[in-house]
């Protein structure tokens, strides 16, 4: 075992502070990477405060990892020392039920390894620390090629955000002639403007904050509409093929789901605690489904990377210390990240 430095949250209530967690050494199959930069995703938040219930404390987040190869385990043939490497939400899974086999890893019926917050079952008793630290140690299935193409910092956002919009644009088919609208701009909504238009889809953002409407146009959607402006909304009821729901907070799906048309489908991605109330009519008139989607599996993930390095595509991003950490987390609750935060760990 090794002692790395990172940030932890101690109980729901206290700030993120300094924290010194163990990792293991590396085993003939496993990969060491020096942590250069992690992403600040939702989900650590309502992690850390324990919004999702379940969190087992200290809790070390952070699945949004880009790093680089320090050393590597004996039989290790995916990476060498020195290689630029990724680490997303996953870092093991039973690797035998079917799911694993076509590698949705996510949907794991053994049960998923998480990146954080999850049974570690190489160090038995002790949970998975995230990448909110200097160094992390991952099974070389799960660790992801990064493209030296790419500003590093703007790639880490890709592991989480990119992914988890990417596979739900994929799964349904999103393309040339859809129309696609992505509600709320965030991180992960940013992610799905950029990558569904990259897919040549039609896409509208579809967000409650004014300010955003020029940012929305500069990630290149094709329209912009205020979800707290009734006319505008009306200009899309029934209008949408798809519509992708990024939003964290409690809100009425009903409300979106008015703005498909016939067959149209919405994917929540976001994950409010509150529960959800549709009445079966809303979906029964248009014959509309309802949907959801967890990240991506590691090949999917794989292939995201590649589809941003060819196209080019990183996330906005602001870079911070991590002493800043707990001030990030007020800023995000309040919509102030354009459009994601990022940890220089050089300042841990
Ligand atoms: P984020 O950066 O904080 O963005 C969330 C966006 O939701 C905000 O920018 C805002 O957009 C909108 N929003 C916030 N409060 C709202 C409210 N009260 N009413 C309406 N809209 C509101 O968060 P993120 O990192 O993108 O994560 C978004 C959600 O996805 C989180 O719940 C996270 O846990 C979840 N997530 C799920 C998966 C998965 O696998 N399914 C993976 C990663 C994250 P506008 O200002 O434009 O309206
Ligand atoms: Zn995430
Ligand atoms: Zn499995």
């Known amino acids: 075992?090794?002692?790395?430095?990172?940030?932890?949250?101690?109980?729901?209530?206290?700030?993120?502070?300094?924290?010194?967690?163990?990792?293991?050494?590396?085993?003939?199959?496993?990969?060491?990477?020096?942590?250069?930069?992690?992403?600040?995703?939702?989900?650590?938040?309502?992690?850390?405060?324990?919004?999702?219930?379940?969190?087992?404390?200290?809790?070390?987040p952070g699945h949004e990892i880009v790093g680089r190869v320090t050393a590597v385990g004996a039989h290790v043939k995916k990476f060498k020392v020195g290689d630029l490497a990724g680490v997303g939400c996953l870092v093991d899974s039973c690797r035998e039920c079917d799911h694993c086999k076509e590698g949705l890893q996510q949907y794991c019926t053994g049960g998923a390894t998480f990146t954080y917050n999850s049974n570690d079952k190489d160090s038995p008793g002790l949970q998975t620390y995230g990448g909110y630290s200097k160094h992390v140690v991952v099974n070389e299935d799960f660790v992801l090629h990064v493209s030296d193409k790419l500003p590093l910092a703007g790639v880490a956002p890709l592991l989480c955000a990119g992914i988890t919009t990417y596979s739900p644009l994929r799964h349904w088919k999103v393309g040339k002639g859809t129309r696609v609208g992505v509600l709320g701009l965030g991180g992960l909504g940013h992610m799905g403007v950029k990558l569904a238009v990259a897919m040549g889809a039609e896409v509208t953002m579809l967000s409650h904050s004014k300010h955003k409407e020029p940012d929305a146009k500069k990630l290149g959607a094709h329209k912009f509409v205020?979800?707290?402006?009734?006319?505008?909304?009306?200009?899309?009821?029934?209008?949408?093929?798809?519509?992708?729901?990024?939003?964290?907070?409690?809100?009425?799906?009903?409300?979106y789901l008015g703005l498909l048309r016939t067959n149209g489908v919405m994917v929540c991605v976001g994950a409010p605690d509150a529960p959800a109330s549709i009445p079966a009519f809303n979906l029964i008139f248009g014959r509309k489904s309802i949907a959801g989607s967890l990240i991506g599996g590691i090949p999917e993930t794989q292939e995201m990377?590649?589809?941003?390095?060819k196209h080019?595509?990183?996330?906005?991003?602001?870079?911070?210390?991590i002493k800043d950490i707990n001030e990030a987390y007020e800023r995000m609750l309040k919509g102030d990240v354009r459009y994601r935060f990022v940890i220089d760990m050089a300042t841990l």
């Open 1 to 60: 075992m090794s002692q790395t430095k990172a940030y932890a949250a101690q109980s729901a209530t206290s700030p993120l502070a300094p924290h010194t967690i163990e990792r293991r050494n590396p085993k003939p199959h496993d990969v060491a990477i020096e942590i250069l930069y992690c992403g600040i995703c939702h989900s650590d938040l309502h992690t850390a405060r324990n919004e999702w219930h379940g969190t087992v404390y200290p809790v070390v």
């Open 226 to 255: 205020l979800t707290t402006d009734e006319e505008q909304l009306k200009s899309v009821t029934g209008y949408f093929d798809f519509i992708l729901d990024t939003v964290s907070a409690a809100h009425d799906y009903n409300f």
């Open 305 to 309: 990377l590649d589809f941003c390095a």
């Open 312 to 321: 080019n595509i990183v996330s906005d991003i602001e870079l911070i210390n």
